[in-house]
């Protein structure tokens, strides 16, 4: 089982279609190193399965995007 070291911050709210909070973590992007990076969390598989993170990293010249 893995460990999260997520911390949250303030939701942010952004316009798409269907409501999803978007918030910041003290993870490091794996292309460029910057320590912080937006995240959310979809249930993308079963009900019973973890919930999926998507990240994309704060860095203005970077904003590369991952998944966990």
Not at 5 to 25: E, G, L, Q, T
Not at 39 to 60: A, G, L, N, P
């Amino acid at each position: 089982m893995r460990s999260n070291n997520i911390r949250y911050r303030h939701p942010r709210r952004i316009k798409a279609s269907f409501p999803m909070d978007i918030y910041v973590a003290m993870v490091t992007c794996p292309k460029c190193e910057h320590n912080r990076a937006f995240f959310m969390q979809i249930q993308t598989r079963s009900v019973d399965e973890q919930m999926t993170t998507f990240y994309k990293c704060c860095s203005m010249t970077c904003a590369h995007q991952w998944r966990d």
